[in-house]
T-cell receptor, first 114, second 109 residues
Framework: KAGVTQTPRYLIKTRGQQVTLSCSPI?????VSWYQQTPGQGLQFLFE???????NKGNFPGRFSGRQFSNSRSEMNVSTLELGDSALYLC?????????????FGPGTRLTVT | TQLLEQSPQFLSIQEGENLTVYCNSS?????LQWYRQEPGEGPVLLVT?????EVKKLKRLTFQFGDARKDSSLHITAAQPGDTGLYLC?????????FGQGTTLQVKP
């Protein structure tokens, strides 16, 4: 079974631009969660989507948004990029939403904002 | 705000030594997970503990969930260079995972 894939793996953007990251979950998984990982703040929850609906949201500004498609693939968008948005963005998929479900993480997208 | 404090942040030991990583919070979690992350990869789930006082073993790794479900520990016996990586604990209470800052473990041959 193929794992979670994320594209692109690396991205360099300029302040003020916007970016869209993509995540394809494991086949059959309907929940996709997004996380931001930085050396200073560690891994922080962004949001979770299940069956195309946002189920949970972390404490991030509205510049961070996401969506999920009917095939469970998910995208996250960051508008008006700031230098502090430089981070590793990870997505994780699981069979169901909520509870101690096993999450499978992708390799991440490394975003650098200059 | 729920927080998970991990200690120590960094650990460098020789092959064959034992070590314990701690994960503490003032909040109660319905479950707690431990992950290991290697450079350039996403975290990989090692274990999920759900019941207060629960102990789970995975080969040389022993995980314990505190009786009050506020803390957890990971003990590694006879560490090997292959155990090197970032160890993360994550608590689940409201359907979203709260991660600790992580413990970077280096095991030298």
């Amino acid at each position: 079974k193929a794992g979670v894939t994320q594209t692109p793996r690396y991205l360099i953007k300029t302040r003020g631009q916007q970016v869209t990251l993509s995540c394809s979950p494991i086949s059959g998984h309907r929940s996709v969660s997004w996380y931001q990982q930085t050396p200073g703040q560690g891994l922080q929850f962004l949001f979770e989507y299940f069956s195309e609906t946002q189920r949970n949201k972390g404490n991030f500004p509205g510049r961070f948004s996401g969506r999920q498609f009917s095939n469970s693939r998910s995208e996250m968008n960051v508008s008006t990029l700031e230098l502090g948005d430089s981070a590793l963005y990870l997505c994780a998929s699981s069979l169901a939403s909520g509870g101690p479900h096993e999450q499978y993480f992708g390799p991440g997208t490394r975003l650098t904002v200059t | 705000t729920q927080l998970l404090e991990q200690s120590p942040q960094f650990l460098s030991i020789q092959e064959g030594e034992n070590l314990t990583v701690y994960c503490n919070s003032s909040s109660v979690f319905s479950s707690l997970q431990w992950y290991r992350q290697e450079p350039g990869e996403g975290p990989v789930l090692l274990v999920t503990v759900v019941t207060g006082g629960e102990v789970k073993k995975l080969k040389r790794l022993t995980f314990q969930f505190g009786d009050a479900r506020k803390d957890s520990s990971l003990h590694i016996t006879a560490a090997q260079p292959g155990d090197t990586g970032l160890y993360l604990c994550a608590g689940d209470n409201t359907g979203k995972l709260i991660f600790g800052q992580g413990t970077t473990l280096q095991v030298k041959p």
